[in-house]
């Protein structure tokens, strides 16, 4: 309900503030140019995660001086901890780094913010930024049409920057204008009442905002032509600083457990920061001017002595913490505890069926087709697609192509819960039934305990395949992201083919249907090694590249095996009656080997 009104609302007062003033206008547009400008820089900055990013990344945080350094270092150079905070969760939910790892990077993101206070206040105000706002647009919009994917994520970088400069000059304008017809002074509050009422309207904005920066800039902005107090601004710093924690709040809420802790964290860390400052502020204002008269800064300078404070908060913040880490993660870890799935219960095992060789067998192959179906969920969440998708008719290439990212999936969550339950219920279902079966239902039994160990097996492969996947599909390389594409795209629709054997109605199709995809697997494999030499003649990828592809593909391609086997166990002959002749026809490696060769003479 909240939701419904929220936009309206906002829409309301917006539209009567442009109605009553001008001036208002010009300060409005130049927020919403500046986020424009934010959202450009993360878009920018986001064409190069998934690459040399991540691997910074590993080798960056073993170390806290290490995290913090790497926190401080991509969010001076981003100008933001939001984009810092998120791409930190993405890993935390990935299993990449751990989260204390984690907590090191985010204390020194919000160090590295810091950066931005002091080039708003220090450069921003006193030259004319909207000079050099232009060139960056022009040469930025023009890099933006270029097909490849640096120029166009180093076009959104120079938009995104000219943007934030026009954003800060057009606020700036506005708040000058502005004081001619009212005096934000008039409405200062004195005291404790007065720090509590600005401190929320600071987190308030930065939520409505999504941004600490267009808060502090509008705090500096109107500071700086005294329409507020800096009493009012040092507050609404402090608010601005806790609202940014929204940010990794909402990005955490599809992350799993270790990310929405490390949300929690953030939030705790800030939160109790805030509180620490708003009891002190009077002790740390005059720490403040010391500071900044050791500095050289003028008394009356307040907008260089707001970056000052925002300074002195989070670096004092990060003093406090450290230290803390260990009993932070303790508590968060309490306060979110990892919740483990419910446990798959199998649908078709019963103690009934013991009795019964035949129906006894019929049990386990409809509890093996279960798992087969909770496998097909899995399989199509790794390789990035929807089990609806997989099972369509859609162009899964053209789906591969539309998607900005490729997420982890949670494979090891899955697996434990249902898989590995499911498959450990059947093993003890045939112990418990099978030394009274005959011949014929232990000989079934045998084939269905294989095809459960082929998932079993291809699932594992999944998971092997999944750590190089997830990174190159993201790469900045295109003919690796290209590569891994098409590994993902191959294997769902070979999911997608084997859920069409299980619906035909005669054997011999089945049989056809399974000997084209075994010829297909090797076509493939031929396609990837030219593909590869190819690559790697031309320069086209690194050797590391290489060799991780080829591992890559020796683990898609006995997943590939696997299903296969899988298949012709339990969709070739329903009642898993199948004749001698009838398995006969399927073709042998030698067969199909021959097939091969005199394809490729043709």
């Known amino acids: 309900m909240l939701r419904k009104i929220l936009l309206p609302t906002i829409f309301a007062l917006l539209s009567w503030g442009f109605w009553i003033s001008p001036d208002f206008k010009v300060i409005s547009a130049g927020v919403s140019i500046f986020l424009f400008g934010m959202l450009s820089l993360e878009d920018g900055f986001r064409t190069f995660t998934g690459g040399i990013l991540e691997k910074i990344l590993r080798k960056s945080t073993n170390r806290m001086w290490k995290s913090l350094t790497f926190g401080f270092t991509t969010c001076t150079l981003m100008q933001s901890s939001s984009l810092v905070s998120v791409i930190t ?23 590295g913010t810091t950066t931005g206070a002091w080039l708003i206040a220090g450069f921003g105000l006193k030259v ?25 994520g180093l076009g959104y970088i120079l938009a995104g920057l000219g943007f934030l400069f026009l ?71 402090i608010g601005a600083n806790v609202g940014t924690t929204i940010t990794a709040v909402i990005g955490s809420l599809t992350a799993n457990v270790n990310g929405r802790r490390l949300a929690l964290s ?31 800064i003028a008394d009356d300078n307040y907008t260089l002595k707001l970056a000052v404070f925002h300074t002195l908060f989070n670096i004092a913040g990060v003093i406090i913490m450290v230290p803390l880490v260990k009993p932070l993660v303790r508590l968060v870890s309490a306060l979110l505890p990892k919740r483990d799935r419910p446990r798959e219960r199998p649908l078709f ?51 591969a192509q539309s998607q900005q990212r490729l997420a982890q999936y949670d494979i090891d969550s899955v697996y434990e819960q249902k898989i590995k339950v499911l498959y450990s219920e059947i093993v003890a279902f045939i112990s418990k039934a099978g030394f009274s079966w005959e011949m014929e239902q232990s ?32 790469s900045s390389n295109p003919h690796m992201r290209e590569a891994y594409t098409k590994i993902r795209v191959e294997l769902a629709l070979l999911i997608r083919k084997l859920e069409a054997i299980r619906l035909e109605t005669e054997d011999e199709d089945c049989i056809f249907s399974l000997d084209h995809l075994r010829l ?13 030499a190819n690559a790697i003649r031309n320069n086209l990828i690194t050797p590391e590249m290489a060799t991780s592809l080829m591992n890559d593909v020796s683990y898609a391609t006995d997943v590939y095996r696997n299903l296969l086997q899988m298949s012709e166990i339990l969709f070739v002959k329903q009642n898993l009656n199948m004749s001698e002749a009838t398995r006969a026809v399927l073709l042998d490696d030698d067969e199909l080997d021959e097939i091969n060769k005199q394809l490729n003479n043709t």
Do not use: C
């Not at 705790?268 to 500071?291: C, P, Q």
């Not at 297909?520 to 590869?532: A, R, S, Y």
């Open 128 to 152: 004319k930024i909207s000079a050099y706002a232009m060139p960056m647009l022009v040469f930025g919009i023009l890099l933006i049409f270029q097909k490849s994917r640096s120029l166009k």
């Open 167 to 237: 954003g800060i000059h057009y606020m700036k304008e506005g708040f000058e204008t502005f004081q001619h017809q009212i005096n934000l002074t008039d409405y200062a509050m004195d005291g404790f009442s007065g720090i509590l009422v600005f401190t929320l309207i600071g987190i308030l904005a930065t939520i409505i905002m999504q941004s600490s920066h267009a808060t502090l800039v509008l705090v500096i902005t109107a500071l700086s032509v005294h329409q507020i107090t800096y009493e009012n601004a040092l507050a609404l710093t």
């Open 443 to 474: 000989g079934q039994i045998h084939w269905l305990r294989k095809a459960n160990q082929n998932i079993v097996d291809a699932v594992k492969d999944t998971k092997h395949l999944q750590k190089n996947l997830v990174i190159y599909a993201n």
């Open 266 to 296: 953030d939030v705790l860390f800030k939160v109790s920061a805030g509180i620490v400052f708003i009891l002190f502020l009077h002790s740390i204002m005059d720490l403040v001017t010391f500071i900044s008269a050791a500095l050289g």
């Open 520 to 532: 297909l697997l090797d076509e493939h494999i031929t396609d990837m090694n030219k593909w590869l």
């Open 349 to 399: 095992l019963n103690e009934s069926a013991y009795e019964f060789p035949d129906t006894a067998v019929e049990s386990v192959r409809n509890e093996t087709l279960h798992i087969w179906d909770i496998t097909i969920d899995l399989l199509s969440g790794v390789f990035g697609f929807k089990r609806s998708d997989v099972l369509s008719e859609k162009d899964l290439y053209q789906v």
């Open 89 to 111: 969760i993405s890993f935390l939910s990935a299993n990449l780094i751990g989260l204390v790892e984690g907590l090191g990077i985010v204390f020194g993101a919000n160090v």
